[in-house]
C-alpha cells in the first residue's frame, strides 16, 4: 500500500500551496488555542476552503461539537482530528458530517484493546508520543516497537518526533495498516512556519519507498 504523506500546522498560504506541489495528501490545520501553531488568525477560513488537490484536516482538543461544525464548515474541512479525550459517542457524532481521525498518546507501555470501542466510529487512528500534559506537536518519538504487536486492520497515521532522518526507517517499516506518516515540528523554522526545502526532501524520499510485501488484512479484534 503506498504511504500517505500529512503535514500538520499550516499557517501560511504559501506553505499550503507548495504542500499541493509536491503532492503532499494532506494538511493539518490546528484549531487548538493554546497551540503554538493555531491556525486562527494566521489564515483565512477561505483560503483553506479554496484550497483543491489536497485533502485539509482540522485538528481539535476536546472541542465543543457545534464549534466543530461550524469550522468543518467554514474551512472545507475533508476530515476531523481529535486529539484530546473525546470518548467514541463524540466521536459518532464527528462522524455523521467528516471522517475522523481519533489520535492516541502513546507512551512506554500500549494497551490496544483499549482503543476497539474507537473502531467503528472513527475512520483511522492516529498515534503520537505521549509527553507530560502535552497534546500534540512536541517533536518526540515514542518507540516504534510497540507498533509490531497492534493488532487491528483499522488504517493509521504515524505521527510524533518524524524528522527527515526517518525516511529511511519508515521505509522499512512493514506494518500493514500503517496508511500514513505524520510530520510537523521537525520541518518547522519556527511554530506553524513550515521548511519546505526539508519538506520536500522528505516527500521526495518516501515517494522512492519500495513497496512493502503485502500481508494482507490483519483481522480486526
Ligand atoms: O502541533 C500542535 O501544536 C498540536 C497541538 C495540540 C494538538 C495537536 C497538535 N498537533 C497535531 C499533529 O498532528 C502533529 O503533527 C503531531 O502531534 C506530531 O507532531 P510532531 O511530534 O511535532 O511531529
Redesign the pocket.
Given at each position: 500500500m503506498e504511504l500517505n504523506i500529512?503535514?500538520?500546522?499550516i499557517t501560511r498560504e504559501q506553505d499550503l500551496q507548495a504542500l499541493v506541489q509536491y503532492g503532499v495528501n494532506y494538511a493539518?490545520f490546528?484549531f487548538?488555542e493554546?497551540?503554538?501553531?493555531?491556525v486562527r488568525g494566521k489564515l483565512d477560513a477561505a483560503i483553506v476552503r479554496s484550497t483543491a488537490g489536497i485533502k485539509k484536516?482540522g485538528?481539535?482538543?476536546d472541542e465543543d461539537l457545534q464549534t466543530v461544525q461550524q469550522l468543518v464548515a467554514d474551512n472545507g474541512l475533508d476530515l476531523v482530528?481529535l486529539?484530546?479525550n473525546e470518548t467514541p459517542e463524540y466521536c459518532a457524532a464527528i462522524r455523521k458530517i467528516v471522517p475522523v481521525v481519533k489520535?492516541f498518546r502513546i507512551g512506554e507501555q500500549v494497551s490496544w484493546q483499549e482503543l476497539a470501542p474507537f473502531i467503528p466510529v472513527s475512520d483511522y487512528f492516529?498515534f503520537?508520543?505521549a509527553v507530560g500534559k502535552?497534546?500534540?506537536?512536541?517533536?518526540?518519538?515514542f518507540n516504534w516497537d510497540l507498533l509490531k504487536s497492534y493488532p487491528f486492520s483499522h488504517p493509521f497515521?504515524l505521527?510524533?518526533?518524524?524528522?527527515p532522518e526517518h525516511a529511511a526507517a519508515l521505509a522499512e517499516l512493514e506494518l500493514p495498516a500503517l496508511f500514513a506518516v505524520?510530520?510537523?515540528?521537525?520541518?518547522?523554522t519556527a511554530?506553524g512556519v513550515k521548511d519546505m526545502e526539508k519538506v520536500q526532501g522528505f516527500v521526495s524520499a518516501l515517494l522512492r519507498r519500495p513497496q512493502s510485501t503485502d500481508h494482507g488484512p490483519q483481522p480486526s479484534a
Open positions: 500529512k503535514v500538520c500546522g493539518g490546528i487548538y493554546r497551540s503554538p501553531r493555531l484536516v485538528v481539535f482538543v482530528q486529539h484530546g489520535a492516529l503520537d508520543t502535552s497534546y500534540g506537536g512536541t517533536g518526540q518519538q497515521f505521527s510524533g518526533g518524524i524528522g505524520d510530520v510537523n515540528s521537525r520541518f518547522e511554530p
